[in-house]
């Protein structure tokens, strides 16, 4: 029995923050009570080597679902080859004004303005080194919404030294729609300032604790030029990946529907063929110098492998677990891994 679609109609009875909130603490509590491993999908091992760290599988859990890594050991038990936490911040911040969250079924799609709502870093190191999980971790790091863009850096600085040692790598978040003035960082000397920094102190940490790859995670709200300029860019700073794509601002995909008019990033399948086009174009920019992850729409394994076949190396899952729950990470991993 698919024990989530059991639960899903009750969940979606709720409104949606309130259901994301449950249904992480009944994973929780079905994890501490030891049943969760008997609810888990039966996962085909096909490991995959990216950035120097080997993934159990190709399927990672995007940022946005465990914010503060309250759920890890949680969610390590639903079959993903990787976790990635965050968006973090360095200091706590509530986020935007409830409700910020909403639901589009008819299109299996979700708006949210979530706004990097965070306990703050220090929150976050503490449950990572209270987890038992020993998988491949990502941590996704932002600014705080009141420090002005021009002094992203230091904010970004900060969450890189502190969540270093204990992240498998670390994910620079620069394409969120909700925190005002972020995607300007994407473009020119403003991405370059950011990154060239992050590089030094990354070299430097490497000594003492070893290596960790730094991802930039990049939005698909650009055109072909833009994309080809990114890529240059994150070659140039000597990032070691990319992660495309986040949430978009177009609302074709979903006209007409209850919740489209809401502001906030667009995600589930109404993002699928914008984020595939992106990836397609960003790995032919790229021509194999840097592995790229690739996520947005995936809601079934045949996503799953398109995403490959553009030239992602990984792919990542969020709205389309929230309609699917863990079935969407067992399909979307044998197709993967059966893919001709």
Not at 10 to 24: C, M, P
Not at 274 to 301: F, M, Q, S
Request: negative net charge; aromatic residues 8%.
């Amino acid at each position: 029995m698919d024990w989530y679609n059991v639960f899903r109609p009750v969940l979606f009875s709720l409104s949606a923050e309130t259901a994301h909130e449950v249904s992480l603490d009944l994973l929780g509590a079905a994890e501490r009570l030891g049943v969760l491993r008997y609810m888990a999908p039966r996962m085909t091992g096909n490991p995959v080597e990216v950035a120097g760290i080997r993934f159990p599988n190709a399927v990672g859990l995007a940022a946005g679902l465990d914010k503060n890594g309250d759920y890890i050991d949680a969610l390590a038990r639903l079959g993903f080859g990787f976790i990635e936490i965050g968006t973090i911040t360095p200091r706590p911040q509530p986020g935007n004004p409830q409700p910020r969250l909403f639901r589009i079924p008819e299109r299996q799609a979700i708006i949210n303005r979530m706004g990097f709502n965070n306990k703050g870093v220090d929150y976050l190191i503490e449950r990572v080194k209270a987890a038992r999980y020993d998988g491949v971790l990502g941590i996704n790091i932002g600014k705080n919404f009141d420090t002005p863009v021009e002094n992203a850096v230091s904010d970004y600085l900060i969450c890189l030294e502190k969540v270093y040692q204990y992240a498998t790598y670390i994910t620079v978040n620069i394409s969120s729609p909700n925190t005002p003035g972020l995607r300007t960082l994407q473009y020119g000397d403003a991405l370059r300032d950011l990154l060239a920094p992050l590089k030094v102190r990354q070299r430097e940490l490497a000594a003492e604790h070893g290596y960790r790859p730094i991802f930039v995670k990049i939005a698909p709200d650009m055109n072909t030029d833009e994309v080809a300029l990114v890529a240059n860019t994150l070659v140039e700073c000597e990032m070691d990946g990319v992660i495309a794509t986040n949430t978009t601002l177009d609302r074709d995909g979903v006209a007409g529907c209850p919740n489209a008019e809401e502001a906030g990033g667009l995600s589930g399948a109404p993002l699928e063929d914008k984020a595939t086009e992106v990836l397609e174009t960003l790995c032919k920019v790229l021509a194999g110098r840097l592995p790229v992850i690739g996520v947005g729409g995936i809601t079934d394994g045949a996503g799953a492998v398109d995403k490959i076949r553009a030239g992602a190396s990984l792919v990542q899952v969020y709205s389309g677990f929230i309609y699917r729950g863990p079935e969407l990470v067992r399909e979307s991993a044998e197709a993967i891994a059966h893919m001709n």
